[in-house]
């Protein structure tokens, strides 16, 4: 799960992995600015049908997606799948894998796991840059 800030056009969104959480931006109905949900990767703008044209794939594909917990779509207010641009690039990676011949259960582990060294890497690479990093004080000793 991933647990956004509180407000009113913020939810909690459950997240594509259980160890690595992201945090995202989940305009809903926000009236003050109608076309900021335009640029957000993270707003549920697509439908099942649509985003199953969109990758060339069936709705079927992106349910057993799904089911492996790559993505984890968000629900309308009558219960129909919506998926982000975000969630749509993770489902064309998990297509190409299949088209290769990958089962689809693997090849959400496989992008799970990149998305996994991906993170560790930004972390590692945060850690080692001098200006983020916390200096010992003296106190500490």
């Not at 939810?11 to 009236?31: C, H, M």
């Not at 199953?52 to 079927?60: N, S």
């Amino acid at each position: 799960m991933v647990l956004i800030p509180s407000g009113p056009w913020y939810r909690t969104v459950p997240g594509p992995l259980d160890a690595f959480s992201r945090e995202v931006q989940v305009a809903a109905d926000n009236p003050d600015s109608p076309s900021s949900n335009l640029d957000d990767d993270d707003y549920p703008a697509f439908t099942m049908g649509r985003a199953a044209e969109m990758l060339d794939t069936t709705p079927a594909f992106l349910r057993a997606v799904g089911e492996a917990r790559l993505i984890v779509p968000l629900r309308s207010e009558g219960g129909h799948r919506r998926y982000s641009r975000y969630q749509l690039r993770l489902a064309a990676r998990a297509r190409e894998l299949v088209d290769q011949g990958t089962p689809v259960e693997a090849a959400c582990r496989i992008i799970i796991l990149e998305d996994q060294l991906e993170e560790a890497q930004r972390i590692n690479e945060r850690l080692r840059d001098p200006e983020t990093r916390s200096e010992p004080t003296a106190d500490a000793c």
